[in-house]
C-alpha cells in the first residue's frame, strides 16, 4: 500500500480501471493484509481518483500516483507517471 518518508508524498503504484471523465482516472490499488483469526493472507483494493492532466492514461495502464493538495471533492491525487502501458 503506501510509502512514507518524512518530509515526501505518499505514493502508490495501481492500475487504471476507469479513463471516462475529463482530466480524471480511477486507479485500483491492491495490497495485502492479514487476517486477524485465520492469519492468512487476503488481497485487498481501495479505488482512488486521480488527476491526469495531460490525459494520457487509458484502461489498464499500470501508474505511479502521489498525494496532493484535493483538487475536487473527492479527488486528492496526481498521477505521477505512467509505468506500463496496457496491450
Same mark, same amino acid.
Given at each position: 500500500?503506501?510509502?512514507?518518508?518524512r518530509?515526501?508524498?505518499?505514493?502508490?503504484v495501481?492500475?487504471?480501471v476507469? /479513463? @471516462?471523465? /475529463?482530466?480524471?482516472v480511477?486507479?485500483?490499488?491492491?495490497?495485502l493484509t492479514?487476517?486477524?483469526t485465520?492469519k492468512k493472507y487476503?488481497?485487498?483494493?481501495?479505488?482512488?481518483?486521480?488527476h /491526469?492532466?495531460?490525459?494520457?492514461?487509458?484502461?489498464g /495502464?499500470?501508474v505511479?500516483?502521489?498525494e496532493? @493538495?484535493?483538487?475536487? @471533492?473527492n479527488?486528492?491525487w496526481?498521477?505521477?507517471?505512467i509505468l506500463e502501458?496496457?496491450?
Amino acid at each position: 500500500m503506501p510509502e512514507t518518508k518524512r518530509g515526501h508524498r505518499k505514493r502508490m503504484v495501481g492500475v487504471v480501471v476507469s /479513463d @471516462r471523465m /475529463d482530466k480524471t482516472v480511477t486507479v485500483r490499488v491492491e495490497g495485502l493484509t492479514k487476517h486477524r483469526t485465520y492469519k492468512k493472507y487476503i488481497t485487498r483494493s481501495q479505488k482512488y481518483l486521480a488527476h /491526469d492532466e495531460a490525459g494520457d492514461c487509458r484502461m489498464g /495502464d499500470k501508474v505511479m500516483i502521489e498525494e496532493t @493538495r484535493p483538487l475536487s @471533492r473527492n479527488k486528492r491525487w496526481r498521477v505521477k507517471q505512467i509505468l506500463e502501458r496496457a496491450v
